[in-house]
């Protein structure tokens, strides 16, 4: 099967990672090392496989893949030796990126982004395309006509002009505009996305899958499996806090406190479900330009043991980011990919693992979420 990835942030560090590690894995120049569709457990399942992988995408800023490859090689990013190997390759992926497209109103706008999705899958005759936002966190909106169903929704996607307030943010929008294109969603962000009642109803009615929200690819990837240990020990967790540090463009949006909060909120979450109760201290998170695209994580965590003896446990988390969310990202497009074609519609809510936030009732675990996510793909 031959899978379109448009990615949102095509010119980013998460995208152009990605883009390199599935040319690297189609050229045999690199292991899957980090995507879990490629675990032993799910190396059999009928996927699109890595060769199958064709991308595009949209940006507000553009940028040549093969200029962003060379600065993420020089950060120690990306292998240097790829980079270089792959360079004819590059031009390719260019000639399928697009600056976003705007109109008068959001609606015009919309149709945009599905005329270069649509246009995108018939020049490479794909089976199917999937829409994966990689761009960045966008603030919580406040409540708009997508809360009222989609009727209203589209009533004022066409009359609401560019210049006055926007009736979606852009990660909704572009969740519309894939969905009216046919196409499936995943939001690899806190951001609103497809998370909205007017895009589930519009989801539900073209029979189409989406997945999010934030790809759980460090700290919060420890909690889901240090808060489990608590419970399962019976330990009361008195507090727990964290301290986030990052550079890249990523730590500089997060710089605004509107964007800061929404992802704050995303990493807590899984602790008041894990546990029940959520304990005292928070998640900070801070911009520190020098990081680059690395990122630490330091958390801090008090409890009480048997006759209330006061003990406490701390963790430091140093990675890339990029070069943790790449992978992910992979999967993501792989699994949505064959569940659209399964006939799955509305959220995937086995794809729990992959996610901070995810949509759903379900077990914020992640021992839970891998055996409800190997249940999913392997089917009956």
């Keep these: 099967m031959r899978a379109g990835v448009w990615l949102i942030g095509a010119c980013g560090s998460v995208a152009t990672t990605t883009i390199v590690g599935a040319l690297a894995l189609r050229n045999g120049l690199a292991d899957p090392v980090g995507c879990v569709t490629a675990h032993p457990a799910l190396r059999e399942v009928p996927l699109p496989g890595f060769a199958d992988l064709v991308f ?18 020089a950060a120690g990013v990306l292998p240097a030796r790829l980079v270089e190997a792959l360079d004819a390759e590059f031009g390719q992926v260019a000639a399928e990126l697009r600056p976003a497209p705007a109109g008068a109103t959001q609606a ?27 761009a960045s966190t966008e603030p919580a909106p ?36 894939a969905f009216r294109a046919g196409c499936s969603y995943v939001d690899f962000t806190p951001s609103t996305g497809a998370r909205l009642p007017a895009l ?56 605004d406190p509107g964007a800061n909060a ?3 909120a995303s990493k807590q979450r899984v602790l008041n479900e894990i ?39 701390q963790f430091t988390w140093e990675g890339c980011d990029s070069a943790l969310a790449a992978p992910l990202v992979l999967d993501l497009a792989r699994s949505t990919v064959a569940a659209h ?19 759903g009732d379900t077990d914020h675990a992640l021992h839970a979420q891998w055996e409800a996510l190997c249940a999913f793909l392997t089917g009956p």
């Design 56 to 73: 595009g995408g949209h940006d507000v800023v553009m940028s040549p893949v093969a200029k962003k490859a060379g600065q993420l090689a």
């Design 108 to 134: 015009q706008t919309a149709a945009g982004i599905a005329r270069d999705i649509t246009s995108f899958a018939r020049r490479h005759r794909l089976d199917r395309v999937v829409v994966i936002n990689v």
């Design 142 to 177: 406040r409540p708009h006509p997508a809360h009222a169903g989609l009727a209203t929704l589209e009533k004022a996607l066409e009359t609401t002009l560019a210049s006055q307030e926007q009736v979606l943010p852009p990660s909704s929008l572009y969740a519309y505009a």
């Design 200 to 255: 589930a109803e519009l989801a539900r009615d073209r029979g189409l899958p989406y997945a999010g929200h934030d790809g759980k690819t460090g700290e919060t990837l420890l909690k889901s499996v240090l808060a489990p240990m608590f419970v399962m020990r019976n330990l009361a967790v008195r507090s727990w806090s964290g301290a986030n540090l990052l550079g890249g463009g990523d730590g500089a949006n997060l710089a």
């Design 262 to 264: 929404a992802k704050s």
């Design 275 to 313: 546990l029940g109760y959520l304990p005292d201290g928070g998640t900070s998170i801070g911009y520190v330009a020098s990081l680059g695209d690395f990122k630490t994580a330091w958390d801090l965590v008090t409890f009480s043991g048997f006759l209330g003896t006061p003990m406490r446990v």
């Design 341 to 359: 074609e399964a006939g799955h519609a509305g959220p995937l809510v086995p794809l729990a693992y992959f996610f901070k936030d995810p949509l």
